[in-house]
T-cell receptor
Framework: DTAVSQTPKYLVTQMGNDKSIKCEQNLGHDTMYWYKQDSKKFLKIMFS???????INETVPNRFSPKSPDKAHLNLHINSLELGDSAVYFC????????????FGPGTRLTVL | AQKVTQAQTEISVVEKEDVTLDCVYETRDTTYYLFWYKQPPSGELVFLIR??????QNEISGRYSWNFQKSTSSFNFTITASQVVDSAVYFC?????????????FGEGTQLTVNP
């Protein structure tokens, strides 16, 4: 099936650990995104990549580092996890340009204990 | 800076009622795009509709309809004859311009509960 996939779906870890979330899309899109959804359901952009190049970097702690090995993948690595990092992280992809709808992955629920 | 406001945090209706979800946006751009997404209890985000700033025609898709009014900067969403399966969080979102990787700015979401 064509889709945006994320792994893992759930991630429970201790404060201070380092973890990664992987995202892959097979829709042929050239732009990928990471969004964070907090406990109040508010969704906010974190990063955007176009053709493997970082183009949006919101005010995100530098403990968060996205990596795009190719157009179909955008991974998110988080160092020194903190309690406040607990959230659902959504990967998305789209064709280039603001007019195009973004297709979202199923989300990764990160819980930091 | 762009902003989207969904003033209704929660709405509860009885099945078969019509319900309208409000969305008001702010942007300085003349070219922008408005979206609605649905997030059911299972958690995924489902695209419903896109509208560009030059097209104020209302749209109907089955029981769903959208009313875009630039004069009031609103893009409201109506569900006719609501069903229990419509229960979800609905997000209105805005993106600006044609630049690559334009971000989606989301409203706070409206939790719709349709009771049998």
């Amino acid at each position: 099936d064509t889709a945006v996939s994320q792994t893992p779906k759930y991630l429970v870890t201790q404060m201070g650990n380092d973890k990664s979330i992987k995202c892959e899309q097979n829709l042929g899109h050239d732009t990928m995104y990471w969004y964070k959804q907090d406990s109040k359901k508010f969704l906010k952009i974190m990063f955007s990549y176009n053709n493997k190049e970082l183009i949006i970097n919101e005010t995100v702690p530098n403990r968060f580092s996205p990596k795009s090995p190719d157009k179909a993948h955008l991974n998110l690595h988080i160092n020194s996890l903190e309690l406040g990092d607990s959230a659902v992280y959504f990967c998305a992809s789209s064709h280039q340009g603001g007019l195009n709808e973004q297709f979202f992955g199923p989300g990764t629920r990160l819980t930091v204990l | 800076a762009q902003k989207v406001t969904q003033a209704q945090t929660e709405i509860s209706v009885v099945e078969k009622e019509d319900v309208t979800l409000d969305c008001v946006y702010e942007t300085r751009d003349t070219t922008y795009y408005l979206f609605w997404y649905k997030q059911p209890p299972s958690g995924e985000l489902v695209f419903l509709i896109r509208r560009n700033s030059f097209d104020e025609q209302n749209e109907i898709s089955g029981r769903y309809s959208w009313n875009f009014q630039k004069s009031t900067s609103s893009f409201n969403f109506t569900i006719t004859a609501s069903q229990v399966v419509d229960s979800a969080v609905y997000f209105c979102a805005l993106s600006e311009g044609e630049t690559s990787g334009s971000r989606l700015t989301f409203g706070e979401g409206t939790q719709l509960t349709v009771n049998p």
